[in-house]
């Protein structure tokens, strides 16, 4: 079992920045792709942004590329999502997800094993 607990959320204005940062316990926290989705009210919950074990590849959906980066501390078992330039439409719940998958990247909801409680976002207008 792989705990994962998010914090940094909150209210930000467009335009502004903010950080998720999501620490993890129970098992080696560095045999881990680890992952960040986000669920707005009525949708479903979407991939944002992956990074591999050593933290040497990363993967993002198109609409935070440039904008958001992810990157993880494997001595603190932590992985951060910064977000900049941040838009109305980035407001959304925040998972923090862990996966055990290799190789090809997988990026479905389903393809991730461990997920934490979430993180609110909200970026006004």
């Known amino acids: 079992q792989v705990q994962l607990v998010e914090s940094g959320g909150g209210l930000v204005q467009a335009g502004g920045s903010l950080s998720l940062s999501c620490a993890a316990s129970g098992r080696t926290f560095s045999n881990y792709v680890m992952g960040w989705f986000r669920q707005a009210p009525g949708k479903e919950r979407e991939f944002v942004a992956a990074i591999t074990r050593s933290g040497g590849n990363t993967y993002y959906t198109d609409s935070v590329k440039g904008r958001f980066t992810i990157s993880r501390d494997n001595a603190k078992n932590t992985v951060y999502l910064q977000m900049n330039s941040l838009k109305p439409e980035d407001t959304a719940v925040y998972y923090c997800?862990?996966?055990?998958?290799?190789?090809?990247?997988?990026?479905?909801?389903?393809?991730?094993?461990?997920w934490g409680q979430g993180a609110q976002v909200t970026v006004s207008s």
């Open positions: 997800a862990a996966a055990s998958w290799r190789g090809i990247p997988r990026i479905g909801v389903r393809d991730f094993d461990y």
